[in-house]
């Protein structure tokens, strides 16, 4: 539908951007920080490793100031579970929790709105060792981590995300780093049911200890299109549509299984192992509002039988390669790619908002958007229009969707400043602000403001009046 005038961004929209702590941070194992999962991971040839990233952890300072200037009235970041437990299960580390008051009380007296990942792939290695989320305790572990980080810092964070892309884990849990080579089906998703009841007891623990906490999940949302109109194609994305999404919203709002989500488990020989007393658990609270990932659209078509096609496609946790018997992957004709293959696909921004809110009637976070390039830095500058042009393109249509009656509480592009990206190195940028190093050379990790910065600035200070 076509508007002739569009509703404004509500007042106190949280104009924000995002980070993780493994990919900023660096300080890999400082000041009593165990490792985690991701630091035994071994980046793709010709990468950077997470040791030092872009050094936030000593200059979240500097970092805070420039968030700041930059007008940001909320700010999506992660606090690393073996910062705070270094083995998961035993002492909480003094100087892990004190770095993270530190940056919250930054935040807080620059008036930015801080907003909380518990959990962002960085599983304690510790954990991951005894199973990790294979492994109920793991269970409890959460739950206990997530009491610490409510009574620490419940009294000055208000927003919190319980586990980053849970879906993305399941499903393409060995690209980004976070499962182990030859997991299979039956064990991803038998962890994916603990994380789910590990998540359903951080809502709850949310609800109890901190005052006017808001708690929700945060998946990666790539609305699924059929590649024509022939009805096989049509089941067979919402097929993609239910593995990929409302499995796990569903679980997330209401604790149920989704029907045709179970079905699929069971004809994989993957259904979870389901104790009594769990589906209590997952229908003891509700979140207050759904975050989501939203960085492109995936096209697909009914299962040809053709494994070579599937095979030679390059997949990523963004383009599925697809799955025997359920759905092939298909290109989208109408939307071009970035630099690294991913699609974009503005509208479909739009798409997911009324998909979600139609579906669960709760208030929507965009968590992540954003667009990796390989930007240059030449006398001090880095011209980025292509970020630009992305961007205001998704702003646009999250203004459409306010317009629609969508509930949208606010945004966090990807990323707040350049960090290293999932399984890209550093070459992958996404910040408004360049971090001036490369992938083995880490010269002075100096800080420039992109084209970019100047322009959300604008956008912010306008409140989304101005996106030109
Ligand atoms: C999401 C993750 O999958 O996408 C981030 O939550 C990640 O951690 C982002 O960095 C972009 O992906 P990538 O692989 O380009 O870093």
Redesign the pocket.
């Known amino acids: 539908m076509q508007y002739r005038e569009l509703k404004p961004f509500p007042d106190g929209f949280l104009w924000s951007a995002a980070t993780?702590a493994y990919?900023i941070e660096g300080a890999w194992d400082a000041d009593g920080k165990g490792p985690s999962i991701i630091d035994t991971w071994t980046p793709p040839e010709g990468t950077s490793d997470f040791t030092v990233a872009s050094d936030h952890y000593h200059r979240y300072a500097e970092d805070v100031a420039l968030l700041a200037e930059l007008g940001l009235t909320a700010y999506r970041f992660s606090i690393s579970w073996p910062r705070i437990i270094p083995d998961g299960t035993g002492e909480v580390n003094p100087a892990g929790v004190a770095f993270y008051h530190r940056l919250i009380d930054a935040l807080v007296e620059h008036g930015i709105e801080p907003i909380v990942t518990m959990y962002?792939?960085d599983l304690p290695l510790a954990l991951d060792q005894q199973g990790g989320w294979s492994n109920r305790a793991t269970i409890d572990a959460y739950a206990r981590y997530a009491e610490v980080l409510f009574r620490e810092y419940g009294e000055k964070v208000k927003y919190w995300l319980t586990i980053?892309?849970q879906n993305?884990m399941i499903l393409y849990g060995e690209v980004?780093g976070t499962a182990r080579p030859g997991t299979t089906k039956r064990e991803l998703y038998q962890t994916n049911h603990h994380m789910m009841l590990a998540q359903a007891r951080a809502f709850r623990l949310c609800h109890a200890l901190v005052p006017d906490g808001r708690i929700g999940p945060a998946p990666?949302f790539a609305l699924v299109y059929p590649e024509t109109c022939h009805p096989l194609d049509v089941l067979a994305a919402d097929d993609l549509n239910v593995i990929r999404h409302w499995l796990y919203f569903d679980l997330a709002v209401d604790g149920v299984y989704n029907s045709i989500a179970w079905a699929y488990l069971e004809e994989k020989g993957a259904a979870p192992e389901i104790l009594p007393g769990d589906l209590e658990i997952l229908t003891a609270d509700r979140p207050d509002f759904l975050a989501f990932?939203y960085?492109n659209t995936q096209t697909v078509a009914r299962p040809s039988g053709d494994d070579a096609e599937r095979q030679s496609r390059v997949a990523?946790?963004q383009m599925s390669p697809g799955e025997e018997g359920v759905y092939d992957s298909a290109d989208n004709p109408y939307l071009a790619r970035t630099e690294?293959g991913w699609e974009v696909d503005p509208i479909g921004l739009r798409a997911s908002f009324r998909a979600l809110w139609n579906r669960y009637r709760l208030p929507l976070l965009v968590t992540?958007n954003g667009l990796?390039a390989f930007d240059r830095l030449i006398d001090g500058q880095v011209h980025d229009p292509y970020r630009i042009d992305y961007l205001r393109d998704h702003i646009a249509q999250i203004q459409l969707a306010i317009s629609d009656g969508v509930e949208v509480i606010g945004y966090c592009p990807?990323s707040a400043i350049d960090l290293v990206?999932?399984?890209?190195g550093v070459a992958?940028r996404?910040g408004f602000v360049y971090v001036d190093r490369d992938e083995f050379d880490l010269k002075e990790l100096a800080r420039y403001r992109k084209d970019s910065f100047a322009w959300y600035q604008r956008v912010i200070a306008s409140n989304g009046a101005e996106l030109g």
């Open positions: 993780a990919q962002h792939f980053n892309e993305n980004i990666n990932n960085y990523d946790q690294f992540e990796g990807w990206s999932t399984h890209q992958k996404y």
